[in-house]
Every structure is written in structure tokens, then in C-alpha cells.
């Protein structure tokens, strides 16, 4: 969140773990995480640990050290 916060608006919001710029939902989890907490969310992504390559709205937690 540290590296984000620098060039957009970030919050805590009710469901899920932080919206960037009002728009964009990431929930935080493991890899057995799923998506029921965001299913009927638009522009929500799912964010987990111990997996190297995403698909879809599920990605690799790891990505988001790229943006340093």
C-alpha cells in the first residue's frame, strides 16, 4: 500500500482489504482464498499468497512488490 499511496488515493473500505482510487477493490488472502467476499464487486481483484502465476481477477500477491 506504501507504493500505491504515493500517486493515488487509497482507503479502507467495508468489503475488502483496501480501494484504489474509489474504483479499485483488492482482497488480500492465501492461496486457497476465493472470491466470495467480492464476487458481486466490479473492478475487484483477489491478491494471494504461494502462487506464482495468476489468471483473470486472481493474482499473484508477489506482483505488487513490482511496483517499488
Same mark, same amino acid.
Given at each position: ?8 488515493? =487509497?482507503? +479502507?473500505?467495508?468489503?475488502? $482489504? @483496501?480501494?484504489?482510487?474509489?474504483? +479499485? =477493490? @483488492? ?7 476465493? @472470491?466470495?467476499?467480492?464476487? $458481486?464487486?466490479? $473492478?475487484? +481483484? #483477489?491478491?494471494? $499468497? ?10 499473484? =500477491?508477489? =506482483?505488487?512488490?513490482? #511496483? +517499488?
Amino acid at each position: 500500500m506504501n507504493q500505491v499511496s504515493q500517486s493515488h488515493e =487509497l482507503c +479502507y473500505p467495508k468489503t475488502g $482489504d @483496501f480501494l484504489v482510487d474509489d474504483k +479499485y =477493490l @483488492f482482497e488480500i488472502g492465501g492461496k486457497g482464498k476465493g @472470491f466470495t467476499q467480492i464476487k $458481486d464487486i466490479p $473492478d475487484s +481483484y #483477489l491478491a494471494v $499468497d504461494d502462487t506464482e502465476i495468476g489468471r483473470g481477477a486472481r493474482i499473484p =500477491l508477489w =506482483l505488487l512488490g513490482m #511496483l +517499488y
